[in-house]
């Protein structure tokens, strides 16, 4: 016996038992598993022989999947919040896919030996800055000598000069002592 008719027995004897009577007009049967099963052979081979293209024919099996899902109208409002979301953060893609675009060309000088020689660098770098920051805390120090120098120069002189202003004011009174002035310049 041919497997086609073992199962297409086997399917009618399945109806059976659960009630469901086959209805034959003209030959084939109404709505029942095996017309259902023939039909999905029959367009399956017809696709894969070249009778119908078999882009199209999974794009309607794909569209009925979407419309008959019952969350169907829920998913297009998510793919349409999804899709404002995408376009209102067109501007930033943008400007991540330029920045992309420059770190890209920047490949070449990142990979350069003078910036892979960086990690090892670093050690050396580090010890520069210790020494750098021991040279400025004395060169601090001794600004701050000379700071204090310089302000004991300044009070030393100021005194000096107010000394020599009252030595200066006494040699004034001396000499009007000793030698006075005359009045009208005849004396």
């Given at each position: 016996m041919d497997p086609i008719a073992v199962l297409q027995n086997r399917i009618e004897q399945l109806e059976a038992k659960l009630g469901l009577a086959p209805n034959s007009i003209?030959?084939?049967q109404g709505d029942s598993a095996t017309t259902n099963l023939v039909n999905a052979a029959q367009a399956i081979s017809n696709a894969t022989a070249g009778?119908?293209?078999?882009?199209?024919?999974?794009?309607?099996?794909?569209?009925?999947?979407n419309y008959t899902d019952p969350n169907f109208v829920e998913n297009m409002q998510q793919n349409?919040?999804?899709l404002?979301?995408?376009v209102a953060a067109e501007p930033v893609i943008q400007h991540h896919c330029h920045c992309m675009h420059?770190?890209?060309?920047?490949?070449p000088v990142l990979e350069s030996e003078a910036i892979q020689q960086v990690p090892h660098m670093q050690a050396q770098v580090d010890k520069m800055h210790a020494a750098a920051a021991e040279v400025k805390a004395e060169a601090d120090q001794v600004?701050?000598?000379v700071?204090?120098?310089?302000?004991?120069c300044g009070t030393a002189a100021s005194d000096a000069s107010e000394q020599l202003a009252n030595v200066a004011q006494k040699v004034e009174q001396v000499e009007e002592v000793k030698f006075p002035k005359r009045r009208n310049g005849l004396d």
């Open positions: 003209d030959g084939q009778h119908e293209k078999l882009s199209e024919a999974m794009q309607m099996a794909t569209e009925l999947n349409n919040m999804h404002r979301e995408v420059r770190c890209k060309q920047a490949v600004s701050q000598g700071q204090e120098l310089a302000d004991t």
